[in-house]
Each structure stands twice: as structure tokens, then as C-alpha cells.
């Protein structure tokens, strides 16, 4: 049977960052210490003097889910000061370093964004741009384009307020059989076919009206992006937010396993699907073929290693090159639609919420072998974790290495004084 979770990247968040520390206990599971034995944990990379709170989170956390393959880099006020790789299996062939590069799933939306307002900060696009205006929006035949179309903006796009709502519509985003069929395409579908079936579906709210997670609105920031640069999504990406940080390893990933890159962990699950790269009806590894990764490219395409995504978050840090101190602040601005439950609110790319001391940002990520979290803390501690898995017969949660990873930086006294980045280049 297919993983339910296959048909969607859940990787909304949940506004769970910088709440406390609930839920930071629940990292022992059903691993069983015979197993724990049995296998080898091994690890790599640099863990400074007096941080061994992170390794003990990070082992706890793997061991009770199963899980073979983790990475986790830690920045303090600009400085990486931990970079390590875990593998927990039984097979010494695989050493997962600092610098391996894992799926990053949702955490492609804080580049996609951070590619925006380039443009915006550029003057090449506006935010308040209406999406029929930029992109050519064709619905299949006998479907009409829904009228409210028009009051998709960019800025609504950034913030989820597109008016899509994939908790009640289908995600067009993992509907490839659903569309081959609709349109009558070949398998695999690619991104116009999807922008041409999702143009004759009704929006479930007015835009700008209702805060609903689709990745959808961030495919059609892509295109955006595309459009506006002349570039490919990719090249731009690389050439303008990643380059000037120094960021050389992200590359948009592949979906099946024969095209995996050198340095890509395995993607582990316990489900299977359909595949949707031919009409065979064949079943595959959820991870490895049930979706097609190739159209997810601006909402959950990349690949990166932990110390990558520190590195890239450090961009919202101070204003520079890539992004000034306005672009900053309207990534994390309140959307029109004010707060969520919990007192979050999701702004350009990125979860936000004001804690005593300051302001905390975050995202998650999610796919069928996939878990990742970044976070920025109000008090200049920035931290990536990595898996290359999500479920397991446990059951037990994965969202619970959030408050795990503020418990174990709560634990630190003593920060390392040095800077780790220039050894993972």
C-alpha cells in the first residue's frame, strides 16, 4: 500500500519553533538496546568542546527512529562552531559526512523566496505583481480560469495566501497520474502540464483571505523567476543567492535512484507507490519514483548538506549583497491575514514568531525519505538537521527534534570561539 504522506511535502510547519521545550523528552523509542548494540553508530565532521549536547540529541533522536542517515551544523552569530555527520547502520560502505548532501524538501521555499525579493530589490519584479500579468495561465479544455485569479499577487504567493488549499484539494504538485489522465499527457508529466490542469481548478478561498500551505504557489514562483530573470530557475538561484555565500554543493535533485549525485545519501521508507514516470502501474520505493522530484524544484527540489543551509540562512543575518535590510524585513513581515493558532505567522519563505529576547524563523521540510528542519534563533544560533527518512514502525514523531535541538543549545555554556566554514567549503 502507498504511504498516505506520499501525496503530499509536509513541510508546512506547525509554528512549533521557540515554543519551549515540550515534547524535547520524547526521543527514546522502541530501538530495543539489543539492536542499538548490534549496530555501529558512527560519526564524523567537528563537534567543539562542550557540545556534546547536540551528538547525544541527534544519536537519541536517530536510534529510536531507525533512522541510518543525519547531518547537523550549528552557527552561532556567524560562525559555524558544529558540523557533523551520523550513520547508524549496519553497512560500513556509507559514512555520511558534514557535506552530504540530503533532499532538502521544503526548505527550497526560503531560497525560492530569498530568489524573489532579489528580484524585487532589483527592481525586475514587484510584489504586489498580479500572477496572470507574469505567467500564461491556459486551463484544459471545457475548464474556465477562475475569475479571482486575478488577485493572486506575488507577495501572495510568498505567504501561502494563493487561495489553494492542498488539506482539501488534491496537491497538484503529487497529482502526475491524476493529470496524465485529465489531460490526456504521457507519463512523466512535467511543470506546464500541471500549470495548464491546476488553471482549471476552482480556488478553495479568496486570495489573500485564508493562510493555506500549497506547494503549488511556490512551482509558480519558479516560473515567475524564470520568467522575469531569463534564466533557468536553477542558474539563477545559483548565480545570485547561493554563489555569493560561498555555496558550491546545492543542485536541484533527481527522483530516481540511477541519477543520484556523488556525496547524495539514500532515501529510506518502508512504503511504496505507483510510479509515475511511465504508465506501468509499476510499484516502486516511495522515495524513488512515487513523485517527481524534477517538478518540485522551487517548492522542494534541492539538495544540500547542513553545512550549506547555515550557511545560506545567514543571508537574512545582515543586509549584504545579496539582500538589504528592507528585503529582510519583508521576509519576515506579518501577512495580511495577521497570526496564526500559537501566535505564528508564516512570512516570505519562512515560519516567524516574536519569543521573549526576540524573533525565532524557521521551516520544515518533508518527502517519503525525507525530514529537515532550519532554524534561526533570536539569539544568533542558526541550526540544520537532516534525515533521510521520516517513517518508521516506532510511530513516534519526527517534529519532536525541535524542541530537542533548543534543549540541547539551552544546555551549552560555553560557545567554541572559532569558525568552522572555511573546512567545509
Request: one cysteine or more.
Amino acid at each position: 500500500m502507498a504511504d498516505g504522506l506520499t501525496r503530499r511535502d509536509f513541510g508546512r510547519t506547525v509554528g512549533l519553533s521557540g515554543l519551549g521545550l515540550a515534547g524535547a523528552g520524547l526521543l527514546t523509542g522502541q530501538a530495543g538496546t539489543a539492536h542499538a548494540a548490534a549496530v555501529p553508530w558512527r560519526t564524523t565532521g567537528t563537534l567543539g568542546a562542550g557540545l556534546s549536547s547536540f551528538d547525544n540529541t541527534m544519536k537519541a533522536f536517530m536510534q529510536a527512529r531507525n533512522i541510518s542517515c543525519g547531518s547537523l551544523a550549528v552557527a552561532r552569530k556567524g560562525k559555524l562552531v558544529l558540523a557533523r555527520g551520523y550513520t547508524w547502520m549496519t553497512s560500513t560502505i556509507l559514512r555520511t559526512q558534514p557535506t552530504s548532501l540530503f533532499r532538502i524538501a521544503s526548505l527550497s521555499k526560503p531560497i525560492t523566496a530569498a530568489a524573489v525579493l532579489k528580484l524585487v530589490q532589483d527592481g525586475k519584479l514587484r510584489l504586489t505583481d498580479r500572477l496572470p500579468d507574469l505567467l500564461t495561465l491556459t486551463p484544459p479544455s471545457g475548464k474556465t480560469l477562475d475569475p479571482r485569479l486575478a488577485n493572486v499577487t506575488v507577495l501572495r504567493l510568498l505567504q501561502h495566501l494563493g487561495g489553494w488549499d492542498s488539506s482539501v484539494t488534491t496537491d497538484p504538485m503529487f497529482s502526475d497520474l491524476t493529470i496524465s489522465r485529465a489531460l490526456g499527457a504521457a507519463l512523466p508529466v512535467g511543470q506546464a502540464d500541471i500549470i495548464r490542469y491546476a488553471s482549471g481548478l476552482t480556488l478553495n478561498h479568496n486570495p489573500g483571505s485564508t493562510y493555506t500551505y500549497a506547494n503549488y504557489d511556490y512551482m509558480l514562483l519558479g516560473r515567475i523567476i524564470e520568467k522575469v530573470s531569463g534564466m533557468p530557475y536553477a542558474t539563477y538561484v545559483q548565480q545570485k543567492i547561493l554563489g555569493p555565500r560561498g555555496i558550491t554543493r546545492m543542485r536541484l535533485g533527481r527522483t530516481l535512484k540511477a541519477n543520484a549525485v556523488t556525496g547524495e545519501v539514500p532515501y529510506v521508507s518502508q512504503y511504496s507507490g505507483k510510479t509515475v514516470f511511465d504508465a506501468s502501474g509499476a510499484s516502486v520505493p516511495a522515495p524513488y519514483g512515487s513523485f517527481s522530484l524534477e517538478n518540485m524544484d522551487a517548492h522542494g527540489g534541492w539538495l544540500g548538506s547542513a553545512v550549506d543551509l547555515v550557511r545560506f540562512a545567514g543571508i537574512f543575518d545582515a543586509a549584504s549583497s545579496v539582500l538589504t535590510s528592507t528585503s529582510i524585513s519583508r521576509a519576515f513581515a506579518q501577512p495580511e491575514t495577521g497570526v496564526n493558532d500559537g501566535g505564528w505567522w508564516y512570512g516570505c519563505g519562512w515560519s516567524v514568531r516574536n519569543v521573549s529576547g526576540g524573533r525565532n524563523t524557521w521551516h520544515t521540510g518533508s518527502l517519503p525519505g525525507t525530514s529537515t528542519i532550519l532554524v534561526r534563533r533570536y539569539d544568533g544560533l542558526t541550526w540544520a538537521a537532516l534525515f533521510n527518512q521520516r517513517d518508521d514502525a516506532s510511530g513516534l514523531s519526527y517534529s519532536d527534534i525541535d524542541p530537542a535541538l533548543h534543549k540541547a543549545a539551552n544546555a551549552v555554556t560555553t560557545w567554541p570561539t572559532g569558525d568552522l566554514y572555511g573546512t567545509y567549503l
